[in-house]
């Protein structure tokens, strides 16, 4: 039942990555578009859904069980995402989404797998100051700013989010054996860079 709940959380989480990548792909201006798509992390940290990019950061914070979770929140987000594209391919909306959305998978897809994983680690440190500084920051307007600094700059920066592109590749229709083996390597870099910082940290502090 516990491993139930965690996956529909993930579903959850899923589906708010989801919303922000579909406003990220309705704008032109990519500054606009970084920090409006904030609004998914937001509503993940305020309730307390399962993002695997923000879970892994404390895997090494807590026990085995905690470690098996990980694997049923990343599928758990893999569903949520599709969830998110299924539903914006039924609307007028689904031709320009997935043409923009192709081209970036088209992207990701040409590169090499080196390059994805040490983008994927970029993005996580990022993604764990967002997460930290929303959770330690004692001033709420430094809260929202963590997220926002945390998120504009992976992707302005041009890093890999192992769930924002698995909601690219859904709703661009982009899934193949390469786009499994792009995400999985994009996966391992955002784990990677979630616990680098954390592990840095208790070094240092020991």
Same mark, same amino acid.
């Given at each position: 039942?516990?491993?139930?709940?965690?996956? %529909?959380?993930? $579903?959850?989480? &899923?589906?708010? #990555? !989801?919303? @922000?990548?579909l406003?990220? /792909?309705?704008?032109?201006? *990519?500054?606009?578009?970084?920090?409006?798509?904030?609004?998914?992390?937001?509503?993940?940290?305020?309730?307390?859904?399962?993002?695997?990019?923000?879970?892994?950061?404390?895997?090494?914070?807590?026990?085995?069980?905690?470690?098996?979770? %990980?694997?049923? $929140?990343?599928? &758990?987000?893999? #569903? !949520?995402? @599709?969830?998110?594209?299924? /539903?914006a391919?039924?609307? *007028?909306?689904?031709?320009g989404?997935s043409?923009?959305?192709l081209?970036?998978?088209?992207?990701?897809?040409?590169?090499?797998?080196?390059?994805?994983?040490?983008?994927?680690?970029?993005?996580?440190?990022?993604?764990?100051?967002?997460v930290?500084?929303?959770?330690?920051?004692?001033?709420e307007? !430094?809260?929202?700013l963590?997220?926002?600094?945390?998120?504009?700059?992976?992707?302005?920066?041009?890093?890999?989010h192992?769930?924002a592109?698995?909601?690219?590749?859904?709703?661009?229709?982009?899934?193949?054996?390469?786009?499994?083996?792009?995400?999985?390597?994009?996966?391992?870099g955002?784990?990677?860079?979630?616990?680098?910082?954390?592990?840095?940290?208790?070094?240092?502090?020991?």
């Amino acid at each position: 039942m516990k491993r139930a709940k965690v996956f %529909l959380s993930g $579903i959850l989480a &899923g589906m708010c #990555v !989801g919303l @922000g990548g579909l406003v990220f /792909l309705s704008v032109d201006n *990519r500054i606009v578009g970084s920090a409006l798509f904030t609004v998914g992390l937001f509503v993940i940290c305020t309730f307390g859904f399962h993002l695997f990019t923000g879970k892994v950061c404390y895997v090494f914070q807590n026990d085995r069980d905690y470690a098996l979770d %990980l694997p049923v $929140i990343w599928l &758990g987000n893999l #569903v !949520g995402t @599709g969830i998110m594209a299924g /539903l914006a391919c039924l609307t *007028r909306n689904a031709a320009g989404l997935s043409e923009k959305a192709l081209n970036m998978c088209q992207v990701k897809l040409d590169d090499g797998l080196l390059s994805l994983f040490i983008l994927g680690i970029f993005c996580n440190i990022l993604i764990h100051i967002a997460v930290e500084g929303y959770a330690r920051n004692p001033h709420e307007l !430094g809260k929202y700013l963590s997220l926002f600094f945390g998120v504009m700059v992976f992707i302005l920066s041009g890093t890999e989010h192992c769930v924002a592109d698995m909601f690219y590749f859904w709703i661009a229709g982009a899934w193949s054996g390469r786009a499994i083996v792009c995400v999985l390597v994009i996966s391992l870099g955002n784990a990677l860079g979630g616990v680098l910082l954390p592990l840095l940290r208790s070094v240092i502090a020991s």
